[in-house]
């Protein structure tokens, strides 16, 4: 008979950090604030013990490969939220206009690019909930606590003014993703 396999990762939880397990929903409680995500999977289930989280399938599956696939991206996800509550997350984005000066301004949800390659409409790239956006000359920076969210929001200012039916090598306008989300460093 063929032996059964379970996949299992450990999570270490620093003592700063609360971690409250509800059915699908873990939320993650850090002195920089609080990130919760659900985790939704009929294989795969996630128990806290002690100062630890585990990740594993549930008793009397099966294991297959793409559990273990799920165990260790959830594991990764988890230790992403536990570094984001103590730590927090940045990203640079640079501003690049050689053909067109580009003005680059913040509304209360999104960021607003006018005269990008001399259109008359503002392009607007929207900014996720919990994330800060500053503008300082030419660089934007985005900060928040949750890895993901800082990143989508990177994406979406570089994807704004993405260029169609130019050539690249000529029109080098546009926003840029110069640094990807990092920890925060303080100082």
Not at 68 to 86: D, E, P, Q, R, S
Not at 164 to 180: A, S
């Amino acid at each position: 008979m063929a032996e059964l396999k379970f996949y299992r990762v450990n999570v270490d939880i620093p003592k700063n950090v609360d971690v409250i397990v509800e059915s699908n929903t873990i939320i993650i409680k850090g002195t920089k604030g609080e990130v919760r995500r659900k985790f939704i999977n009929p294989r795969i289930e996630i128990v806290k013990e002690d100062n630890v989280l585990i990740v594993r399938t549930k008793n009397g599956i099966k294991g297959i490969e793409s559990d273990k696939n799920f165990v260790c991206t959830y594991a990764a996800h988890l230790k992403n939220m536990i570094v984001g509550v103590v730590s927090g997350y940045v990203s640079k984005v640079k501003i690049c206009s050689g053909h067109f000066p580009m003005q680059v301004s913040l509304d209360s949800k999104s960021v607003i690019i006018k005269n990008f390659l001399g259109e008359k409409l503002p392009r607007r790239a929207n900014i996720m909930e919990n994330v800060k956006v500053k503008i300082d000359g030419d660089v934007i920076t985005i900060t928040g606590i949750d890895k993901e969210s800082v990143s989508q929001t990177a994406a979406r200012i570089e994807q704004s003014t993405r260029i169609t039916n130019k050539d690249r090598r000529i029109f080098q306008d546009g926003c840029f993703i110069t640094q990807k989300a990092r920890v925060e460093q303080d100082g």
